[in-house]
Every structure is written in C-alpha cells, then in structure tokens.
C-alpha cells in the first residue's frame, strides 16, 4: 500500500519528528537518543528551533518578576503610609 504523498522521504518524517520535539522544549539529548545519534553534532542542526522556547521561557521568568516587583513595590507603599500616620 502506498501513502500517495510524492516527494515525501522517510528523512522528512525524522525531521518533522526531531522539529516537533525541540519546539515543545524537549532538550536536544534527548532527542538525539530518540534519533539514535551518536554525536551531539548531528542533532545540534535542530538547536535553531530550541531558540524561540528560550524566548517564552524568559518571558514567563520576566512575567514572573515583574509580578514579584509590583507585590514588593506594593508592601514598600504600605509601610512608609504606615510610618507616616
């Protein structure tokens, strides 16, 4: 039985498979041992895509201290409006 898709290799499906992980944040060693790789180096050729999980990542830690700022921020003003009664 053919899957009638021209042009598609079983390469393009690794690939996809490889892409699909990094970009959900699975770390390269691991994909490299799901790929069977036994360098690092050809695995890094999907690092690329790690780049924008990085990006959210330090979005949710700035998020996250923005939040602890704003609190702190918050405490500071009640205790000088304290200190000032």
């Known amino acids: 039985m053919r899957a009638k898709l021209p042009g598609l290799r079983?390469?393009?499906?690794?690939h996809s498979f490889a892409s699909f992980l990094i970009a959900?944040?699975?770390s390269l060693y691991v994909v490299q041992r799901l790929l069977g790789h036994t360098q690092p180096r050809?695995?890094?050729r999907y690092a690329h895509l790690a780049s924008e999980t990085l990006?959210?990542?330090a979005d949710v830690v700035g998020r996250l201290l923005e939040g602890c700022a704003g609190a702190d921020l918050q405490r500071r003003?009640?205790?000088l409006d304290?200190?000032?009664v």
């Open 10 to 14: 079983l390469h393009d499906l690794r």
């Open 24 to 26: 959900k944040g699975i």
């Open 42 to 44: 050809m695995t890094q």
């Open 55 to 57: 990006t959210q990542a």
């Open 77 to 79: 003003e009640t205790v």
């Open 82 to 84: 304290a200190a000032a």
